[in-house]
């Protein structure tokens, strides 16, 4: 089945300081969505991408479809102590049948911001 | 307000017996899911519906057992056949055919015992 690689696995950064993940596939995915997940919460949704080349901001947070539509990269700028979490990259299952839209998710991205 | 819940939020159980997961939501939407997560791992998908009266098994869905008989409720029974289904259990909806976006409950924490 596709898989989504993404990286780095852990980040360990100061607080004020700019990260930058990303997300590769195999294949080509039509849309690119990018979630984080708090301890022991569900993940919310931060971005969503559609359109190869499509750069979109929410707040601090930019993410970008790659324009080969077989990647995307998320950027968080002036890092702060609630960026702390798991973010994930995901996108649809080309597999899944009609409008059943499974998700596939990458493995996630451990972010810690030391004060 | 809109949402999805999930309950219990933390759940015990003794090694042998069912646990039913509930999950409901609000949002009208059409499409449910059931994701498994382990410590450090990805999600997996364990059951999905994409209307009433309609499931799909997942990855994983050995010992997992759904039901679909209202379009807000989409129950999960993890069965004593699952050999660990010590996880943390995510559920999720999809408001649509047109849309990939799917969003997350709470979750629920099973520690079997």
């Known amino acids: 089945g596709q898989q989504l690689n993404q990286s780095p696995q852990s980040m360990f950064i100061q607080e004020g300081e700019d990260v930058s993940m990303n997300c590769t596939s195999s294949s080509i995915f039509n849309t690119w969505l990018w979630y984080k997940q708090d301890p022991g919460e569900g993940p919310v949704l931060l971005i969503a991408l559609y359109k190869a080349g499509e750069l979109t901001s929410n707040g601090r947070l930019t993410a970008q479809f790659g324009i080969t539509r077989k990647d995307s990269f998320l950027n968080i700028s002036a890092s702060i102590p609630s960026d702390v979490g798991i973010y994930f990259c995901a996108g649809p299952n080309k597999i899944s049948s009609g409008s059943a839209r499974q998700l596939t998710f990458g493995s996630g991205t451990q972010l810690t911001v030391l004060p | 307000d809109g949402g999805i819940t999930q309950s219990p939020k933390y759940l015990f159980r003794k090694e042998g017996q069912n646990v039913t997961l509930s999950c409901e939501q609000n949002?009208?939407?059409?499409?449910m899911y059931w994701y498994r997560q382990d410590p450090g791992q990805g999600l997996r998908l364990i059951y999905y519906s994409q209307i009433v009266n309609d499931f799909q098994k997942g990855d994983i869905a050995e010992g997992y057992s759904v039901s679909r008989e209202k379009k807000e409720s989409f129950p999960l029974t993890v069965t004593s056949a699952q050999k660990n289904p010590t996880a943390f259990y995510l559920c999720?909806?999809?408001?649509?055919?047109?849309?990939?976006?799917?969003?997350f409950g709470p979750g629920t924490r099973l520690t079997v015992l």
């Open positions: 999720a909806s999809r408001s649509g055919p047109s849309y990939n976006e799917q969003f």
């Open positions: 949002l009208n939407h059409d499409a």
